[in-house]
Structures are given as C-alpha cells and as structure tokens.
C-alpha cells in the first residue's frame, strides 16, 4: 500500500479537480426572443453545445420574478405577489411582496450593525457572523397564507449546499440570494455588485459553487457566451436560467440552458415533460452536479435527451404547441361559459314561463 501510494505521489499521476458549477440567472429573456431574427438569437449556440428546456413556471398565484427564484432556493413552489397581494410598511413606504423580496443588505459594512439589527429585530436572532449578505423579508414572506405549508423551505438548496461544505459565493443583485441563502437567510461570500466577463475565472477560483444574477438581458447574454468557453473546457458545469419580464403579464416561457460534461450538445432538457424544465427541477439538479443531495417532492434532476433534427428545433414545437393550446384553450373557456351562460337563461326563461302559465 506504501509502494502504490508513493508511486500516485511522485510517479507523475495527475487527478483532474472536478468541473464547478456556476448558476446564472438571467431576467428580460423569454423563449420568444431567442427566435431566429430576435434580439438574443445568440443563445442559440448554446443549444446546439449543449442542452436547452423550456421553463415551465408553475407559481401559486400572481408569478413573479421573486417567486420564481424563491421557488428555486426552496426546490418547492412558493408565492411571492406583486399587485395581486397585500402590502407592508417599511421605513415609512408601503411595499408589495415582490418589493420585500428584494430586502437584501450587506452585513460586513460600515453599515452592517444597522442592518445587524434589523435582522435581530426581525428573526428574534443574531445575524451569522461570517454572513456576508443577509435577506431582511424572509419573515414576512414565510408568513403569506399561500406559503404556510412550505415556508420551512425556504433556504433549502443553500443550506444543502453549506452543511456539505462547498464554498459558495454570490454575485449580483437579489435574485441570487434568493437562490442560494441558507435557512438563517444568509451568505457567506459574495457581493451585489454586477460581474463582468473578464471578471469570471477570477471570482470562480476560491469557490466551488458561483450564483451570478443579471437584470441587463445583454450583459447576461456577455456572460452566458463567456460561460460556454469555460464549460467547453470542461472545467464547469452551468445552467442558465432565463425568465421573461415581467412574468405576469409575459404568456411565453423562458429558457434553461445546461451546459459541461454532464449536458451533451444538441440535447434537449426533460423533467416530467420532454423539453421542459420547471423550476422545481432546478435545485435537484443543481445539487446532483455540486455533489450534494435533494430531496424534494415537487421535482427532479433533469436529465438530457437526444432528438432527431436538433434541440431548437424540438424546442419551438413545444413552443408552438404551448401557443396553441393556450390560444384555443382561452376560446373554448369563453365558448363554454357562453353555451353555459345561454343554457341558464334558457332554462331559467322556460321556468319563468310555466310558472305565468299556471
């Protein structure tokens, strides 16, 4: 055993360090713009080296950007309204849920203590004390009537992430943190800062798990572009989330793009359905390429299948199909309610008219 421990030591073996894993979300970009002619046709290179799903959004009430990434960092669905929901007072302005959501501060600052004890206040706790960024609206969130079965969730994927020792870190605005706090509501590193591409090798490098969150859709396609080198290189693993905006009023889905050893190219991402990928599935699937474990009723690992004539193009047809059936769907809802509608006046007239009758 000496021997063959000293051979892999000084006999010139080599073990290749296991690819990172980087989650990049992307607001602004729906599957519509990705189009050939749109504004983002570009990511379509991502597709063809590697995989591509459309996101199948399905939130609890009002969808929003908030919820959506919620939803993600807790691996079940979570509701987070906008218009549709109630309002709280912070500091003397009235703000919706989706506004709470974005209650994110650094507490390494000069004015972290203020912040420290806004957290205390809040939680009835100390904030952590490594915690580099802390989330102020959890509480409130947890306490919305559509979340009470699932509020215990929220922080999952971080918390996974952080009890297996991998070194995570943020970078960007609220949506990140969103995704990957713990069940404290805390980072540990990271900055909400914007990341640049040049910028990218030299974040990655101390972590094994980066989380960057773009609300520009052109920078964010500068770091999708720039992230497919890297994983051409096999050297990450990355999935990239883009959400259209706003989600509410936006009927076209978004897109989720995998790319690195673990997504061939020109394959196709599938959970329940071929070609869709919900956001539940994401923190599975996350955690099954960091290396850590899940487990969630609401979802599963996606897995990337090949199809025949290329993965836009089975994309769009499930596209052109989603258009479909919404298009038809909302006119056979206004057919059936109006048949019904008459069908009641009808009734209703022959009644009234038996009844003058006798």
């Given at each position: 055993?000496?021997?063959?421990l000293g051979a892999l030591a000084f006999g010139g073996a080599t073990w290749a360090a296991p690819p990172k894993l980087v989650l990049l979300l992307v607001t602004g970009v729906s ?159 990271g900055s909400l800062r914007t990341l640049a591409p040049r910028e990218i090798g030299k974040v990655l490098k101390p972590c094994d798990i980066l989380v960057v969150s773009e609300d ?98 089975r994309i769009e047809g499930h596209l052109k199909w989603h258009e479909f059936v919404r298009h038809w769907g909302l006119v056979f809802q206004v057919v059936f309610w109006g048949t ?19």
């Amino acid at each position: 055993m000496t021997l063959l421990l000293g051979a892999l030591a000084f006999g010139g073996a080599t073990w290749a360090a296991p690819p990172k894993l980087v989650l990049l979300l992307v607001t602004g970009v729906s599957a519509a713009d990705v189009a050939p002619g749109g504004p983002y046709e570009k990511l379509r290179t991502l597709a063809e080296r590697g995989s591509v799903g459309l996101a199948e959004i399905g939130l609890p009430g009002e969808p929003t950007e908030a919820a959506a990434f919620l939803t993600v960092g807790a691996g079940v669905p979570l509701a987070v309204p906008d218009k549709a929901g109630p309002r709280v007072r912070e500091g003397g302005i009235d703000l919706t849920m989706a506004e709470v959501a974005t209650l994110v501060f650094r507490s390494d600052t000069r004015e972290g203590a203020v912040v420290c004890r806004g957290y205390r206040k809040r939680y009835g706790r100390y904030a952590p004390l490594r915690s580099r960024i802390v989330h102020l609206g959890v509480g409130t969130l947890s306490r919305l009537p559509e979340n009470a079965r699932s509020a215990g969730r929220i922080g999952e994927l971080g918390e996974r992430w952080k009890r297996a020792g991998k070194r995570v870190r943020v970078v960007g605005n609220w949506a990140g943190v969103l995704v990957a706090m713990d069940r404290r509501y805390a980072v540990y590193d990271g900055s909400l800062r914007t990341l640049a591409p040049r910028e990218i090798g030299k974040v990655l490098k101390p972590c094994d798990i980066l989380v960057v969150s773009e609300d520009r859709p052109r920078q964010g396609l500068t770091l999708a572009m720039a992230l497919e080198k890297l994983a051409r290189r096999q050297e990450i693993h990355a999935v990239i989330l883009c959400l259209p905006r706003p989600l509410a009023d936006n009927p076209t889905p978004g897109l989720v793009f995998g790319l690195g050893p673990s997504f061939p190219p020109d394959t196709v991402l599938t959970g329940n359905r071929e070609g869709w990928a919900a956001l539940t599935d994401l923190a599975p699937t996350l955690s099954r390429l960091a290396g850590t474990e899940f487990a969630t009723d609401s979802g599963r690992p996606l897995r990337a299948t090949g199809v025949v004539g290329g993965s836009m193009a089975r994309i769009e047809g499930h596209l052109k199909w989603h258009e479909f059936v919404r298009h038809w769907g909302l006119v056979f809802q206004v057919v059936f309610w109006g048949t019904a509608l008459a069908l009641s006046w009808l009734v209703l007239a022959a009644a009234f008219t038996r009844w003058r009758r006798r």
